[in-house]
């Protein structure tokens, strides 16, 4: 019986501390902002024609101007060795350009990087260059049916 009441005020105890926290102590912890980015990549994209890359980075809904060394990285789905590498220059407002132009058609992957002080991001997308084979359409219906190859693949 005792034992039974030992453990009654220890459970009484607990709950009754954890309702003792003091006004504003939220405050206290730092409170991290996350690097957001929004891709905008142009619907249809020829081979061997120019064509712009723009990235919009935000933090805590405010543009991150002048930032150094946002870098792009581009690969051919079945050429996973052979990236091309291209720093984004900045514009204007959160924006960030580079051109490209990509000679063959097929499948591709982009992956922007960027950090600040407080936040790195490695976003990857997929889009598509000229026209696909019907092997290439294989391909995009086995990525298509593995979504976390596009949102956790990493090139180093």
């Known amino acids: 019986m005792k034992k039974y009441a030992i453990l009654c005020c220890c459970i009484l105890l607990a709950a009754c501390s954890a309702n003792l926290v003091k006004e504003g102590s939220a405050e206290l912890y730092h409170t991290e902002y996350p690097l957001e980015l929004e891709l905008d990549l142009p619907t249809k994209i020829a081979p061997k024609q120019v064509f712009s890359v723009r990235v919009l980075l935000i933090r805590n809904e405010v543009p991150i101007n002048e930032l150094e060394g946002v870098q792009l990285k581009v690969w051919k789905n079945e050429q996973p060795n052979r990236i ?18 990509l000679t063959e058609d097929g499948i591709y992957f ?19 260059v000229g026209e696909l084979s019907d092997e290439e359409l294989n391909q995009l219906k086995q990525l298509e049916e593995k979504p976390d190859q596009e949102s956790h693949h990493e090139h180093h």
Not at 110 to 128: E, G, M, N, W
């Open 84 to 101: 091309l590498e291209s720093n984004l220059a900045y514009e204007k407002e959160g924006w960030y350009q580079t051109d490209l132009t």
């Open 110 to 128: 982009l992956q922007v990087l960027a950090s600040t002080d407080q936040s790195s991001i490695l976003p990857t997308k997929r889009f598509i």
